[in-house]
């Protein structure tokens, strides 16, 4: 291909009318560009793509442990013209956005009372179920280092829910909630609430 493209420089060259040393005029550059092979598109990989339109609706990712499961198309192994016998799986980090953080305060005193606390957050992202499935999707306590503007507090716990709605099924109906909030009334001698959605997203 690159001899022919030289062959037909040449020939431009020759037909141009002022010499073989003679520039070729623009038309020709413009008819020799037009009839050169078209660039090919980039191809993007399958993930990509979805960024910009994450998933259809008929197609909702599976989250699971903070990752996010997408099925790309049965694209053809490399080599072969043949389609996969499975739609390839793409792992990505899940990047929730709109999402609902809490931020939640205990005033507990016995240390004993704090690790209780902490076990029952410890499994709450399994336990809590909604239509049978987890529906948090992130958990973090832990006791909080004493410092002169702690007002008291001495553990402290951050939720992450996919919306309000959610946030709402654990205060009210979750059972798994409900168990350590039994708990935590009889230990607790202050606590506070906030929640809020991520303004740097």
Known sequence: MARSRRAECEGMRHTSGAGSDAVPSIAQHSEHRQSAAPIPERHHHPLHVRRRNPWPAATPPIVKDDY?????????RHGSSQPRDKPQTYRARYIA????NRITLFKIAKDEDRATLLGFYKTMQQTALKDGKPYI??????????????????????STFA????????DN???????L?????T???????????????
């Open 163 to 170: 919306s309000t709605e959610d946030m709402a099924f654990y």
């Open 137 to 158: 999707l992130g958990v973090k306590a832990g006791v909080a280092a004493p410092n002169p503007r702690d007002q008291g507090y001495t553990v402290a716990v951050q």
């Open 68 to 76: 996010m499961y997408l099925e790309g198309p049965q694209e053809p």
């Open 187 to 201: 230990v607790h001698e202050g606590a506070m609430m906030v929640y809020f959605e991520n303004a740097l997203e």
């Open 181 to 185: 909030k039994a708990f935590v009334k």
């Open 173 to 179: 109906e979750c059972a798994g909630h409900a168990k």
């Open 97 to 100: 956005t709109m999402t609902i």
